[in-house]
């Protein structure tokens, strides 16, 4: 059974920094990719960013590249997803998600056929 949980979300001041975790269970990072989403209030879920199972080649929406990296404890099937210079704007419910989408579809989140609770990320001005 696939599971995903993600924990470390919180509150933080505009230009701090939060480690989000996504534990991986029921499959194998070889067989699935792993995607980080948010979703703010009142807005559609975003992708953030994505490791290609290996964690060799990253993805990142244009909003925060140069500021969040994603790591991966493949033994632990653990994903990290660092977030520093955050701003007001980052405020969302952040989640991980996995399945099996094409490349070219790799920041639609309707491809993506399991996900975390999700964890909110509260950063104030």
């Known amino acids: 059974q696939v599971q995903l949980v993600e924990s470390g979300g919180g509150m933080a001041q505009a230009g701090g920094s939060l480690r989000l975790s996504c534990a991986a269970s029921?499959?194998?990072?070889?067989?699935?990719?792993v995607a980080w989403f948010r979703q703010a209030a009142g807005k559609e879920r975003e992708f953030v960013g994505s490791l290609t199972w290996a964690g060799r080649n990253t993805r990142f929406a244009d909003s925060v590249k140069g500021r969040f990296t994603i790591s991966r404890d493949i033994a632990k099937k653990m994903d990290y997803l660092q977030m520093t210079s955050l701003r007001p704007e980052d405020t969302a419910v952040y989640y991980c998600?996995?399945?099996?989408?094409?490349?070219?579809?790799?920041?639609?989140?309707?491809?993506?056929?399991?996900w975390g609770q999700g964890t909110q990320v509260t950063v104030s001005s």
């Open positions: 029921g499959f194998s990072f070889s067989d699935y990719r």
């Open positions: 998600a996995a399945g099996r989408p094409i490349l070219s579809a790799t920041t639609n989140p309707n491809v993506y056929g399991f």
